[in-house]
């Protein structure tokens, strides 16, 4: 059950990347907004390297998603860095790996099935 955990968590994080980029399409225009960004890769590595003593100590560093702002990229002169190109490919590829994630997930369930079926 655990890989079950641990896609529902990834499915989780997608739908909140999805709407933390469709803030930052809205805000396009918005004076002074800056994007935003799901940090949860960074999260998921660093607790993928942990040394863990419980099963419970993954899970919990891995779905801590948080946002944060992107003040690297370039600023437009009413101060808004959002860059519209950049959040449709960040939001079409996101819809890719919720996707797969889905797909995942049903695979994993129709052999659960099949198993029980026969």
Known sequence: METYNMLKDALDVSAQRSDLISSNIA?????????KRIAFTDQLNTALKMTTTNK?????????????TT???????????????????NQATNGLYYSALVSQLNGRYQMMNYVLEH
């Open 27 to 35: 805000n396009v225009n918005t004076a002074n907004y800056k994007a």
């Open 56 to 68: 419970e100590h993954l899970n919990a560093a891995a779905t801590d998603a948080t946002k944060v």
């Open 71 to 89: 003040d690297s990229t370039a600023v437009k002169q009413n101060g808004n860095n959002v860059d519209l190109d950049v959040e449709m490919v």
